[in-house]
């Protein structure tokens, strides 16, 4: 690492190249470590390890093993996987009902290969349900529902194909087999997309509605997305639980180390890259929900940045203001689309929902590991300079200045930006109205930066 990036931060997405060896394997660590969402990025320890002056090759390769298994434990990655007990995929039921309310349908199911269902038994099944949006009454996995290879059910194609499947009325299909205990019997439409990663498939989300309806297309790429990101991460720690075996081997050949630690290097690669995709893929959703004409949450993070670099924050926070810009709004994605066409008065509880989505957002953040960075952010960029905010009644300095910046941004991309109940103000008037409003509601600083990025 430069003096100059040590001074200014590692970025998220920034490239080690000074750890470039001529091993040509080593040269592919280096680059796949530029691709960790983390806090830890590449430590001095680990570059020392990469180096040269390691005589032991195996050893080497050991230790680095050892530190990217560190860094991506389960602790450290999406707090869906690692179950063991019967218990604890419960989590899943809640996930399948977020899904129902961030897609605006009647259900949603997800079922996982044998692979990843410790803890649980589907006899002879090659899908197992392991979570639900439907309340069951007693237990839901005694009841071992899922398919079987042998089933001719659109599910079990989804999963083969590992293709996304949308059909609007399954009358017309032959291969919907309805599970009475899942109330699909009253399905008319329905949605499969398969969790998978580049190179393997470990389920399906099953989404579900009651009357014949196309989901939108924001909601369907977000939830292919989450499909890439989920399978991403579980065949990472099943890697991951292999390697833990493999190095504790005394006799293990470097050749084979070296095929690990590749494998290894390419799925964070990948995993990052659907991390990335998944943020934004929210953001678009929330737009949609919200009623923007434009990509409103694409453009408060794109002027935040901006903002960002105009003030001289160093590359790492400046990517965390970016995702914290791109998912602000995040608690509206769990509010019904009726709130944002409303174009007359909303009610005292519809308005209380907007008001509290900040609250939302986080807690549904808080639940996504690799995001939890961003959450002050998030949380606080309701406040107001003049200590008038929500929701601790911040004053001054004393709130985020990621949060302070994002407020801005938020504000003036709002302002330009065409509504279904009004039209966008100029650039010039939404200038004024910051203007006047800074050192009440802004930060005159941030606000300086606005005038000259704008």
């Not at 099943?238 to 050949?253: A, L, M, P």
């Not at 606080?380 to 004393?398: A, C, F, Q, T, V």
Request: with cysteine; aromatic share 8%; glycine share 6%.
């Amino acid at each position: 690492m430069t003096d100059r990036e040590e001074e200014q931060g590692a970025s998220l997405f920034g490239r080690t190249l000074d750890l470039m060896e001529d091993d040509p394997l080593e040269e592919i660590f280096a680059l796949n470590m530029g691709d960790f969402i983390s806090e830890y990025l590449i430590s001095e320890d680990l570059a020392n390890k990469i180096g040269k002056d390691v005589k032991d090759k195996s050893e080497r390769l050991k230790s680095q093993l050892r530190e990217l298994i560190s860094i991506y434990s389960l602790d450290n990655t999406l707090c869906v996987l690692g179950f063991d007990s019967q218990d604890e995929y419960v989590v899943y039921n809640s996930i399948a009902k977020t899904l129902t309310q961030i897609l605006d349908v009647d259900a949603c199911h997800i079922y996982l290969t044998n692979d990843f269902t410790a803890g649980l038994h589907f006899d002879n099944k090659l899908l197992g349900l392991v979570g639900s949006s439907i309340d069951f009454d007693g237990d839901m996995y005694s009841k071992q529902l899922g398919y079987s290879e042998s089933d001719k059910s659109i599910v079990v194609k989804a999963f083969d194909t590992v293709e996304k499947i949308q059909v609007k009325d399954v009358s017309l299909i032959d291969n919907f087999i309805p599970k009475y205990e899942l109330k699909e019997y009253d399905v008319k439409s329905l949605a499969i997309v398969p969790i998978h990663n580049n190179a393997h498939v470990v389920g399906v989300i099953v989404i579900e509605n009651y009357k014949e309806k196309t989901i939108k297309r924001p909601y369907m790429e977000l939830l292919e997305s989450i499909g890439r990101l989920f399978g991403t991460s579980m065949h990472l720690q099943k890697v991951i639980e292999n390697t833990e075996q493999i190095i504790s081997d005394e006799g293990i050949h470097t050749e084979e180390l070296q095929h690990i630690r590749a494998e290894l290097t390419a799925l964070i690669g990948d995993l990052g890259t659907q991390q990335q995709a998944f943020v934004e893929k929210l953001a678009k959703a929330v737009d949609e929900k919200g009623q923007y004409k434009v990509a409103h949450s694409q453009k408060t993070a794109d002027l935040s940045k901006k903002l960002c670099r105009e003030l001289g924050l160093n590359e790492k926070t400046t990517d965390l203001v970016y995702y914290a810009g791109l998912l602000q709004n995040i608690g509206k994605i769990t509010l019904p689309e009726s709130l944002f066409t409303n174009k007359g008065k909303l009610s005292k509880e519809e308005w209380e929902k907007l008001q509290n989505h900040p609250n939302v957002g986080v807690n549904l953040l808080m639940n996504i590991n690799f995001l939890s960075e961003v959450i002050p952010y998030i949380h606080y960029h309701k406040e107001r300079w003049d200590g008038k905010g929500e929701p601790e009644g911040l004053k001054g300095n004393s709130i985020p200045f990621g949060s302070r910046i994002i407020a801005v941004a938020d504000a003036y991309t709002a302002m330009t930006s065409d509504r279904s109940y009004r039209e966008a103000m100029t650039r010039e008037d939404a200038l004024k109205v910051i203007r006047e409003e800074a050192e009440i509601k802004w930060d005159p600083d941030v606000v300086n930066a606005l005038f000259n990025v704008v």
